[in-house]
Nanobody, 123 residues
């Protein structure tokens, strides 16, 4: 089992920045592929970014590429999502997800999910 706890959400004005954190426990963190997802009111959950265990590979959704950066600190069992140039359409609950299976890079479901943290961007 893996427990994931997100933090760092909040209210920010358009153009501002936030950094989300996700602390993991319960399994060898460096072997986990870590992803960030978000879900806006009335919309389906969508992929935001993913990073492999050794941090040698990252992928981003087109809507956030160039504005968001995913990173990880394996010594701290934590993955981050730096969000810059935020827009009102980035408003959502952001979820951290983890899986030891490389199939998640092809779109398979993640094994573990956090509770989410709210990000609200005002115009």
């Amino acid at each position: 089992q893996v427990q994931l706890v997100e933090s760092g959400g909040g209210l920010v004005q358009a153009g501002g920045s936030l950094r989300l954190s996700c602390a993991a426990s319960g399994r060898t963190f460096s072997r986990l592929i870590m992803g960030w997802f978000r879900q806006a009111p009335g919309k389906e959950r969508e992929f935001v970014a993913v990073i492999t265990g050794s941090a040698d590979t990252t992928y981003y959704a087109g809507s956030v590429k160039g504005r968001f950066t995913i990173s990880r600190d394996n010594a701290k069992n934590t993955v981050y999502l730096q969000m810059n140039s935020l827009k009102p359409e980035d408003t959502a609950v952001y979820y951290c997800a983890a899986s030891p299976r490389p199939q998640v890079l092809a779109g398979y479901e993640y094994d573990y999910w956090g509770q989410g943290t709210q990000v609200t961007v005002s115009s």
